[in-house]
């Protein structure tokens, strides 16, 4: 990671890669006690596709 040269595009989508995996855990961390909502699966299903989209994007 250290010897990947980042951009400032790539850094700022490292950021939100970053706050939307921790959006992603707060709502999976959050289902186990209510209901699943459109809204958290909706977050779920952005979070996994961003995630693999930002590690095509890399290489």
Known sequence: MSNLKFK???????????SLIIIG???IYSVSYSDS????????KQL???????QYALF
């Open 25 to 27: 855990l707060i709502n």
């Open 37 to 44: 909502n459109s809204i958290e699966n909706f977050f779920t």
């Open 8 to 18: 400032n595009y790539d850094l700022t989508s490292l950021i939100i890669v970053i």
């Open 48 to 54: 996994v596709f961003v995630y693999f989209h930002f």
